[in-house]
């Protein structure tokens, strides 16, 4: 393996739980203000996830009083941890676009029934 | 001037730093570099070391150039590279020392200098960036990637020197500055710089302090 490759895979963390579209995440994100820092929990859907090895992000999206949230997190990012996955949704595709232009009950994704989350 | 550290770009990557940023970095291999000449004012009329990098097999290596590198006991080198400096730096150097990765410093900044990738005789939109028939100005019209118009009529009568056109782009020393030193591994002879380096990935760098470094 070259040094390039070797420095790139140092960074992966292999702790994160396997995690696919569709499926609901809960994690909490370290946010820096001025010289404080503190947590924020984010709930919401996986809708995208692209890139390989260090370069790999996600998408998430969540609905929030009516508007739609969605962020984007590389995999391996130090400012996620717990990151617990709440459901697992059956999807049929790999990005969920269409999302964004529903709402309500239409914007449900269907959860997996051989999925039991970890309490 | 400043001493310029020979190198190798090995090519870029992304990396996670303390704040949590996700940083793209060129990282550069610095092998010793080693002190094959000192020249001064009393023999060269200038003050220089000149540093070599990178063996080769003596089998290709002209008896000069051995003789030349076994001064300083060296066997033959690929790359032989002169920095100006003061007489006082040239004093502390021996024939023979190395110098290594940890010259620099973490955080601090350093200029590199590559030769562009070279991209042949190239078009107007590739080496200028202009915009062809995209743009609805500047006289571009029918043929896509053309420049459009290059000056005036009757005055002046002809195109001014510099006029921006095709040509032979890249394969041209450059140098990027200011980079951030972001890691450094003394055991492997690994340079981390924050940003782009001019290139090709296995191409000769040259590294030196910034000129125009903040302090």
């Known amino acids: 393996m070259n040094i390039v490759d070797s420095i790139r895979n140092q960074q992966v963390n292999d702790d994160i739980p396997e995690f696919s579209v569709g499926d609901t995440l809960r994690f909490r994100v370290r946010v820096v203000e001025g ?3 503190r947590f924020q929990t984010f709930q919401g859907s996986v809708i995208q996830r692209k890139g390989s090895g260090i370069e790999e992000t996600f998408t998430i999206r ?3 009083g009516n508007v739609g949230v969605e962020r984007v997190f590389p995999v391996n990012s130090p400012n996620l941890s717990n990151i617990t996955i709440v459901s697992r949704g059956k ?8 999302l964004r232009k529903l709402s309500g009950k239409k914007a449900r994704i269907a959860s997996r029934r051989d ?3 970890k309490k | 001037m400043a001493l310029r550290l020979l190198g190798t770009k090995l090519g870029m990557t ?18 010793p ?14 003050s220089a070391l000149q540093l070599g990098y990178e063996s080769k097999s003596a089998k290709n290596t002209s008896k000069p150039e051995i003789g030349h590198t076994k001064k300083a006991g060296q066997g033959p080198l690929r790359f032989l590279r002169e920095s100006r400096v003061d007489g006082a730096i040239v004093d502390n150097y021996n024939l023979g020392d190395e110098i290594k990765v940890d010259f620099f410093t973490t ?12 991209r042949g005789f190239a078009g107007v939109i590739k080496r200028h960036g202009m915009h062809g ?4 100005t500047h006289g571009a019209h029918e043929v896509m990637r053309h420049a459009g118009s290059i000056g005036a009529s009757a005055t002046p009568a002809r195109v001014f020197r510099g006029k921006r056109m095709a040509g032979r782009y890249g394969n041209d020393r450059q140098t990027t500055q200011n980079l951030r030193v972001v890691d450094l591994r003394v055991e492997e002879n690994i340079l981390i710089v924050k940003g782009a380096v001019s290139g090709r990935t296995g191409g000769l760098v040259m590294v030196q302090k910034s000129i125009k470094a903040k302090r």
């Open chain 1, 91 to 98: 999807v049929r595709r790999a990005k969920l676009y269409y």
């Open chain 2, 133 to 136: 028939t995209a743009s609805l």
């Open chain 2, 107 to 118: 955080g601090e900044t350093v200029d590199v200098t590559g030769v562009t990738k070279g």
């Open chain 1, 35 to 37: 010289a404080k820092e």
């Open chain 2, 14 to 31: 992304q990396i996670f730093e303390e704040s949590g940023e996700m940083t793209p970095v060129t990282i550069i291999e610095l092998a």
């Open chain 1, 62 to 64: 969540k609905v929030s």
């Open chain 1, 115 to 117: 999925f039991t989350p």
């Open chain 2, 33 to 46: 570099n080693i002190v094959i000449q000192k020249k001064t004012v009393e023999t060269d009329k200038y």
